[in-house]
């Protein structure tokens, strides 16, 4: 799962996140942010996105995404042989 559950909402739906952002309550900036996995969401936003679509894209999608996908930093990287 390596795209954002959102952005694949709005692609088959011909939208861009300029149009949604401000009914999720954030800037179009802050959501690109969140969908490409730099900024981390929060519970309001996350009930804004399940709000938005209409249940298509939950929290639980989101956080499956988040997992899967951005790198937990504080995990030791494994070191690789030379």
């Known amino acids: 799962m390596d795209e954002n559950p959102l952005r694949r909402w709005l692609r088959l739906r011909e939208m861009e996140a300029k149009e949604v952002a401000p009914r999720l309550g954030v800037s ?3 959501l ?3 969908m ?3 900024t981390g969401a929060d519970p309001d936003f ?4 399940t709000c938005v679509t209409g ?3 939950t929290a639980n999608d989101w ?3 988040h997992g899967a996908t951005v790198r ?3 995990q030791p990287r494994k070191k690789t042989a030379a």
């Open 46 to 49: 996350l009930a804004a996105v």
């Open 63 to 65: 956080i499956a995404w």
């Open 55 to 57: 249940g298509n894209v």
């Open 72 to 74: 937990d930093w504080r």
């Open 36 to 38: 490409s996995g730099k």
């Open 28 to 30: 179009a900036s802050t």
């Open 32 to 34: 690109s942010r969140l």
